[in-house]
């Protein structure tokens, strides 16, 4: 028996804290789950309502006043006292704890981003043991140190929130409640070992290509009693293992050993659209004296990245490189998957990331107000080929530059990077979200930028220390003359939505890398229906209003809704206009910096997800709704893409390929009336470059027999072979100009092993064609569908988990479009 580990997970007990620690018997203990918050134990209590369903919200405020206390027992395993060593590891503690042990102190912390481990040994006794955690009130330990603070400092949102290193978005975002949660909301065990552990390994790629992957592999081991023996690190994948053993001699406390191997005509790690998501299986083994001491595992893949900043003419370019090729990122922000995060399951988290990959995404931006995500999350980027640019976790405010504020960020980031190297995905670390960007404009004559420090000397020099392997940006904006400009850098645009601009102030933008930029919407009407009740379902109701975190939210939807459409009468048609007005604008931006490719070499809008059923500017709702954008962005994403581009005297029609290879292609450009009547139609050879965008044909509508413009369009497809890779289309008025014709959709419903397929066509142009099941738990493969005139489009209905009988699934069955 070398090491031993005891689960501390499942059922524990919780009540608000007193002055004094209640004995495990006393009857004010409600029943909790670890890994939790002390909501959710609360609201399964019956203690308070669902904050997410209507104003809970505000009735469960007062939990973030309290101290809560958590208990429960355990019986140590015969024998356990015998080990040299035996910690309690706490993956996550939210955020101010005191752990206490058979009545006896252990520890406090003052950290919810990263594990805690601590020896408990003495404090453990032959079978049955009791462990206590108490959650200080998070809003008062922010409250006193913003108190003692020397200088006020600056931030948005909840303004102590930069004194704790607690999740930001907790105290409230312009897209999120204020839940401030606390409990033990990672796993938690005992861990016993009788000689040493093997604490992390690192498998450093110093030289990839396809003929040779030159590693460095290091192993990180605390020895508890004096050791001499050897670490064995394999690597394996499809039955070949690549294997070192590295000698170990060490005294009682931490050593790191390392050795470097080469693995010949490696299988290498390739983005989402760009080549296969190689893995490889890490499994090390720490022995001495003839027996194993520990064991270790992991993956990881092999890849190359960097970040090219080169001058060019219009400054200097900002491109992610993997394995020597330029990759567009195109993506968006990814935010915490729930205000609740112990919510948030490893199925969650792979169906999230795979709806990233589904719409032809390959990046997704971890803002820097959430956390560092759970491992589930990572393992998924890994497997689907989706990249993750890592802020650390400070945004929009000034941090202290204190000593003690500068201690706690070091330890964090020594204890986040090990846990996050390995993987392929992880492809840049950023220092913050907006720092450097209010320093420059948001608050003017500050004497100097609190938090710099931070960004510009603690994160990197760890970074370089702990992970040479990948790029350190200092923040996001940042780069240039000043931190969001158009030279340099990476940018966040938003002149257009919080400016109240049009859609059109993208097209002049020149950004290198755009690394937000938004556009609000409702959720799907299915969100809407779980969070009102009937009486709340008009615009501007309470709940309607509260679900709308940003000031005058709803009424900045409907000031740009009448921009494309007429105004509705109804929520529902309201949620449905306000959806394609979202996705139209996002269009209109990726397409146009997509054509810059690569002086501008990324587009990640604001932002993916949401952790609660909002209006916001996602393209998922929560949980898990698909909502225009969504379905566009599956479009627009795509790896080859047909646009239109006004040319001032004309139209050009562009396209843009991802793809390594050049191709043969035809490209058909037709003008259509809404009736099925061809006015023009030409078609050309092309040849479609590889890793390119050109200009592939010009028009002059003027020169055209188009007639009435509000009653005809221009359609562009792209053919390689008979497959139409990319088709899109070009209107002459805003929609809500259009003559659109009367239409009567039928649909054609065919059973399929897993849902449904729906099968659509019309005589006539349909105009954002919107399927709906709200009954059943299920998602459209496509939706918000354009109809040609005379061509049928099929879409996919997959249930979730009950499939309905045909009768029932097409009597729920809903379709709509604009009219």
């Not at 390929?657 to 050049?662: F, G, K, L, M, T």
């Not at 979730?800 to 709509?816: A, C, G, Y």
């Amino acid at each position: 028996m070398s090491s031993e580990i005891l689960p501390l997970d499942g059922k524990w007990m919780f009540q608000q804290a007193g002055p004094e620690t209640p004995s495990l018997e006393d009857p004010g203990w409600l029943p909790a789950r670890v890994p939790g918050v002390a909501h959710l134990d609360l609201m399964a209590s019956g203690q308070i309502p669902d904050p997410f369903y209507r104003l809970n919200e505000l009735e469960a405020q007062w939990v973030e006043d309290r101290d809560w206390l958590y208990a429960r027992r355990f019986d140590l395993p015969e024998g356990w006292l015998e080990f040299s060593a035996i910690e309690l590891q706490c993956d996550g503690l939210d955020t101010f704890a005191d752990i206490a042990v058979n009545g006896r102190p252990l520890a406090s912390t003052d950290n919810m981003f990263h594990p805690w481990r601590f020896a408990i040994k003495g404090c453990l006794r032959p079978g049955s043991n009791e462990i206590t955690v108490r959650f200080r009130s998070a809003v008062a330990e922010s409250a006193r140190r913003a108190s003692q603070a020397p200088i006020p400092l600056m931030s948005a949102e909840y303004k102590d929130r930069i004194y704790i290193r607690k999740a930001q978005y907790a105290g409230g975002w312009d897209w999120g409640p204020r839940l401030m949660t606390c409990g033990i909301w990672r796993p938690i065990r005992l861990a016993a070992w009788d000689t040493a552990a093997i604490r992390s390994v690192y498998i450093r790629p110093v030289e990839i290509s396809p003929d040779r992957a030159f590693l460095r592999i290091q192993a990180d081991i605390e020895a508890f009693t004096a050791l001499s023996g050897s670490v064995r690190v394999a690597l394996s994948r499809q039955g070949q293992v690549y294997a070192v053993k590295i000698p170990v001699s060490a005294e009682q406390g931490a050593v790191s050993v390392s050795a470097e191997t080469t693995i010949e005509n490696p299988t290498l790690w390739w983005p989402n659209g760009y080549g296969e998501q190689a893995m490889y299986d890490i499994h090390a083994v720490l022995e001495s004296e003839g027996r194993e001491r520990s064991a270790w595992s992991g993956r990881t893949g092999l890849r190359k990245v960097e970040l090219v900043r080169q001058p060019d003419e219009q400054g200097e370019s900002f491109i992610i490189r993997i394995n020597k090729r330029s990759i567009f990122c195109k993506g968006a922000d990814w935010v915490p998957a729930d205000s609740f995060l112990p919510r948030a399951t490893p199925e969650r988290y792979r169906e999230l990331v795979a709806q990233a990959r589904d719409a032809h995404m390959n990046m997704l931006r971890v803002w820097g107000g959430g956390i560092y995500e759970d491992p589930a999350f990572f393992a998924a980027c890994d497997e689907m080929g989706i990249m993750v640019w890592q802020d650390f976790c400070f945004a929009c405010a000034e941090y202290p530059e204190d000593e003690w504020f500068h201690a706690l960020v070091e330890k964090e980031a020594r204890e986040v990077i090990p846990l996050l190297r390995n993987h392929p995905s992880l492809a840049l670390w950023c220092g913050n979200n907006e720092n450097h960007w209010a320093f420059d404009e948001w608050w003017p004559g500050r004497d100097r930028h609190y938090g710099e420090t931070i960004y510009d000397q603690i994160l990197p020099a760890v970074c370089a220390e702990l992970d040479p392997s990948r790029p350190y940006w200092p923040g996001s904006p940042y780069g240039g003359p000043r931190a969001n400009c158009d030279e340099c850098g990476d940018q966040h645009v938003w002149n257009v939505w919080s400016g109240w601009g049009t859609a059109g102030g993208y097209l002049h933008n020149q950004g290198r890398f755009i690394s937000e930029f938004g556009f609000q919407s409702m959720p799907t009407w299915q969100a809407v229906l779980s969070y009102t009740d009937p009486e709340d379902r008009y615009l501007f109701s309470r709940a309607v209003d509260h679900h709308n975190k940003q000031v005058s939210g709803n009424a900045r939807l409907c000031r740009f809704l009448p921009e494309y459409f007429k105004m509705p009468a109804t929520l529902e048609d309201f949620v449905y206009l306000t959806q394609l007005v979202q996705a139209e604008a996002i269009k209109t931006g990726v397409e146009h910096w997509r054509r810059r490719m690569f002086n501008t070499a990324g587009t990640l809008y604001w932002q993916f997800n949401d952790c609660w059923p909002v209006a916001s500017w996602s393209c998922l709702d929560y949980p898990r709704g698909r909502k225009a954008l969504w379905h566009f962005s599956r479009r627009f994403y795509a790896p080859i893409l047909v646009s239109f581009a006004d040319s001032g005297s004309g139209l050009e029609v562009w396209v843009t390929s991802d793809r390594a290879e050049p191709a043969q292609g035809t490209l058909k450009v037709s003008a259509i009336t809404f009736t099925g009547e061809t006015l023009y139609e030409r078609s050309e050879p092309l040849t479609i470059p590889a890793d390119a965008s050109i200009m592939a044909a010009s028009l002059e509508p003027a020169r055209l027999p188009l007639g009435d413009l509000s009653q005809c369009f221009l359609h562009a497809t792209l053919y390689i072979g008979e497959y139409p890779a990319s088709e899109n289309s070009h209107f002459f008025a805003p929609f809500k100009y259009l003559k659109l014709p009367e239409v009567r959709l039928r649909p054609q419903i065919r059973t399929t092993r897993d849902g449904y397929d729906i099968t659509l066509v019309s005589p006539v142009l349909v105009k954002y064609a919107y399927l709906e099941v709200t009954a059943w738990e299920g998602q459209f493969d496509d939706n918000f569908i354009d109809l040609l005139p005379g061509r049928p489009r099929t879409a996919h209905w997959q249930a979730r988990s009950e499939k309905p009988i045909p009768t029932q699934f097409r009597k729920d069955l809903k379709l709509k479009c604009l009219r």
